[in-house]
């Protein structure tokens, strides 16, 4: 069973957590604890999210699934940080929010 899960994580989340390591550079003023979620989210998003967008994308993993995992690892967070600000700043949400 142990060896599954190592399998399961290989090296999508590894190269997620590299790229999350690297993508703390492009982030200014995060605590420690701040890092920890960035680096901990993009290993969680390369290893929930490599796998579909390689699917989606038709690549074969023997190939792509480490640079997949890095890409996700590295910009994951930020997309999702950018995609959070752009629903909370939205107009139409903030005035659908305020409806009594």
Known sequence: MID??????GIKTFAGFVGGLLSLRFFDGLTPIGKLWTVSGGMAMAFFMTQP?????????????GGVGFIIGLFGMSIAAAGMKAVTDAEFIKSWLKRP
Not at 4 to 9: E, F, M, Y
Request: charged share 20%; glycine share 0%.
């Open 53 to 65: 967008i390689m699917v989606y994308f038709e690549w074969s993993a023997d190939k792509y699934e």
């Open 4 to 9: 599954s899960i190592a399998a399961s994580l």
